[in-house]
């Protein structure tokens, strides 16, 4: 019988063993693309699957206010919990839904106003016009939910 060499026992078996791990890496790398794909797949099913679903408007907070004074302008935080009024006697006040309650009123302009002319991008602004030919510029500020 033919003797062989042990050193070509050891690199066959060391062979083996890398081959066996590149494969292992291989099979593994590819099913992680294969459930990326799949979770791809899920996430562009989640962004359209809303624009097969009929528009609808539900009321969010209903806050009862009784004024004297009719509104010149109205406005709610971009979670829905304060809005803000304006009246057409110059005054300002915000509303807390939640609580159902009102912050005082703050004066915003000497005159009673005509109309509001809201402008800008972004945060409201609005030029409070009167009769007697006063502009006033008001930005009602709300602050971020958490931020408060």
Not at 13 to 41: E, K, Y
Not at 83 to 107: C, H, K, N
Request: net charge positive; proline share 7%.
């Amino acid at each position: 019988m033919a003797e062989t060499d042990s050193r070509f026992a050891y690199q066959d078996a060391r062979r083996r063993r890398l081959d066996r791990i590149t494969q292992h890496i291989v099979v593994g790398s590819g099913l992680l693309v294969m459930m990326a794909l799949v979770l791809i797949f899920f996430y562009l099913l989640y962004v359209v699957a809303p624009l097969f679903v009929s528009p609808s408007v539900t009321q969010y907070a209903a806050s009862p206010r009784v004024a004297s004074v009719p509104s010149a302008a109205v406005g709610i935080s971009d979670d829905g919990s304060l809005g803000y009024r304006i009246d057409q006697q110059g005054f300002g006040e915000f509303m807390v839904f939640a609580g159902g309650q009102s912050l005082p009123r703050t004066a915003l302009s000497v005159t009673p106003i005509t109309r509001a002319v809201p402008f800008g991008e972004g945060r409201p602004h609005y030029a409070l016009l009167s009769g007697t030919g006063h502009i006033t510029i008001v930005a009602p500020f709300i602050p971020l939910a958490g931020n408060a």
